[in-house]
């Protein structure tokens, strides 16, 4: 079983619409969570933290369900450029600073 | 500055022949790192260097071989690659406040004739 999982979609979202996905980690001892964003042919970049209590950021919400081991990533109002592989991403405190990245979601967003 | 800026932006090379990569950070960061990442896959942590010095190697092959000279700049030393080496090579740093904050650069693209 891989550490951190994903569906790779992908997922085509009309112009305008919500489209939301998890992330499912095998690790109980996982400590810290993110979103990062790659767009075709370009680096990863942070999209945003994954807190406990859940935390929003513009037309972005990402969730942390502990007891299921899974986080999630919504986005509202979906705009062309939202158009992008999602990585999920897990650390382990003794990993060190290594990040586990899941294999990423796809997702189109479509006119 | 808050880039993390990569040269070259594509490389050709040989098996037989050596070669370096090149990264750069003004941002203060004190970790660095080096990813592997093949197409419609996710970023494969290489080495990760902490305070100049080598914290991490994922058993990566010693025909890669990681240098920091100092706390702005990561090299990767390439020697008698393989085919299979092709990929992007990403560095990566962050700041000892967020470790998990990692800044990117646009890679290399690497390939191996």
């Known amino acids: 079983r891989k550490e951190v999982e994903q569906d790779p979609g992908p997922f085509n979202v009309p112009e305008g619409a919500t489209v939301a996905f998890n992330c499912t980690y095998s690790?109980?001892?996982?400590?810290?969570f993110f979103w990062y964003r790659q767009d075709c042919r370009k680096e990863p970049k942070l999209l945003m933290s994954?807190?406990?209590s859940g935390n929003e950021d513009g037309r972005f919400t990402a969730q942390l369900n502990r007891a299921s081991q899974y986080i999630s990533l919504l986005i509202r109002d979906s705009k062309l450029s939202d158009s992008a592989t999602y990585l999920c991403?897990?650390?382990?405190?003794?990993?060190?600073?290594?990040?586990?990245f899941g294999g990423g979601t796809r997702v189109l967003v479509k006119p | 500055d808050t880039e993390v800026t990569q040269t070259p932006k594509h490389l050709v090379m040989g098996m037989t022949n050596k070669k370096s990569l090149k990264c750069e950070q003004h941002?203060?960061?004190?970790?660095m790192y080096w990813y592997k990442q093949k197409a419609k896959k996710p970023p494969e942590l290489m080495f990760v260097?902490?305070?100049?010095?080598?914290?991490i190697n994922e058993s990566v092959p010693s025909r890669f071989s990681p240098e920091c000279p100092n706390s702005s700049l990561l090299n990767l030393h390439l020697h008698a690659l393989q085919p299979e080496d092709s990929a992007l090579y990403l560095c990566?740093?962050?700041?000892?406040?967020?470790?998990?904050?990692?800044?990117f650069g646009p890679g290399t693209r690497l390939t191996v004739t």
């Open positions: 260097y902490s305070y100049e010095k080598l914290s």
């Open positions: 941002m203060g960061h004190r970790a």
């Open positions: 994954v807190y406990s």
């Open positions: 690790n109980s001892a996982s400590q810290s």
């Open positions: 990566a740093s962050s700041p000892p406040s967020a470790p998990y904050e990692q800044y």
């Open positions: 991403v897990v650390t382990v405190k003794a990993a060190g600073n290594k990040l586990t």
